[in-house]
């Protein structure tokens, strides 16, 4: 298992870069009303405890790369991450990923929407031609969702699209931002609580995984790379 982790209310967030992210950080774990919109807020915390899960549990996921697909119908960009998820704990366990994406000074977005199913279509058929032939077949968002089961032979492949042209645009010349955070949650079934700042109402927040690429240039030039991580994190959101 990765050992950037999280204890009690203090976030390993990686230097600088993920200032991106700490954004977003900040504004969840405060609490404002735009929480889990992407919108900062006060710099200033409330603490936050944790709340013991009684059977805790923490998957293996390992972000593989970060892609730019280019529909060839439309020329509209998306990003594809994709990955692979593996179960080590004492027992199957449900499988149930949300996907979020932020590019720099960018809203969040959930993965999937405004996707045509014949993108996902295209690019599952571009993963599977690629992948190594002992692998399982990679498989969508919607298909990867499942129990889990314990094991090295039930590690699953999957991935998750976002769209990625910048609105107002001429298609394949659409300079995105330089860094992308990738938020997902349903790694781990970890929470905490922060008390609400104006209402004093206890908040739940849930342990999610956090991976930071750099995406330099046009967006359209970026198709055919694969994005390695820069770095990753865990944050209470």
Partial sequence: MRDAKTTGATFRLAPRRLALAAAAVTALAAVSPAAGQGQPSSPMAPPMERVPAGDEWELDFVPKALRVHVDE???KTYWVLTYEVGNRTDRPRTW???????GEGGPVQRSGLDVPSIVTDDVKRMLNRSKV?????????????GLLPVGRAHIRDGFAVWPAAVEGVVPGHDVGPSEVVVFVG????????????????????????????????????????????????????
């Fill in 73 to 75: 119908v439309s020329g």
């Fill in 96 to 102: 149930a990923p949300v996907f979020e994406l932020q």
């Fill in 133 to 145: 032939a002992e692998r399982p077949p990679v498989l969508d968002q919607n298909q990867a969702i």
């Fill in 186 to 237: 349903g790694v781990s079934n970890r929470r905490g609580t922060v008390k609400h700042p104006t209402t004093g109402e206890d908040v739940v927040l849930r342990q999610q995984q956090v991976i930071r690429f750099e995406t330099p240039g046009r967006i359209g030039a970026l198709s055919g790379k694969a994005l390695k991580p820069q770095s990753e994190t865990w944050i209470y959101r």
